[in-house]
């Protein structure tokens, strides 16, 4: 139960919420890291190279948006979406990245980020938003489920070498 003097927002991220992008971006990447399928993940899908730079262009493009979820004006989350054309012609919103620091999860926080890129694909013209979990995050699929969305693609995978690691936990 949260206290009820608690201001939650989510507002259109700024250049000088850069830094803290950055650190809740780090975070959010070791964290995912231990899921089933994280380094997979970070290694092909994840936002790649310099994150303050990968930020700031994103920032800077009309058909994406990076918002920032607030409790009273202290940034504890973070999300993104970019407008992807598909070749039938179809428009959707994709989204990126949603994360929550994790002493603020269960707040709404989450909900008012989704619902925000929600209304600005909307208002772009998407027919559908889509996003994605990690096979076994419980949480994140009860989360999407619980705003309406249903799970549409499975990725699957194989090791090939034995010389490659075995870097994934075991399955939940």
Known sequence: MRPAEMEE?????VLADLPELVAMAETAADEVR???GGQRY???EARQGDLRTSFEAQMGRPDAIVVIG?????AVGFSTAAIEELPTTSTIASLGE???LEGF??????????AHIRAWAT???CTHLEGWVHPGNRHAKNFFETAGMVTRL??????LTASEPETEPPAS
């Open 123 to 125: 208002d772009q013209g």
């Open 105 to 114: 999860r269960g707040v709404s926080i989450g909900e008012l980020m989704l």
């Open 98 to 100: 949603i994360w929550v």
């Open 70 to 74: 607030t409790i009273d004006e202290v």
């Open 9 to 13: 927002a989510v507002r259109v991220a």
């Open 42 to 44: 970070l290694d092909r």
């Open 34 to 36: 231990d899921h089933k």
């Open 154 to 159: 499975l990725r699957v995978s194989t090791k």
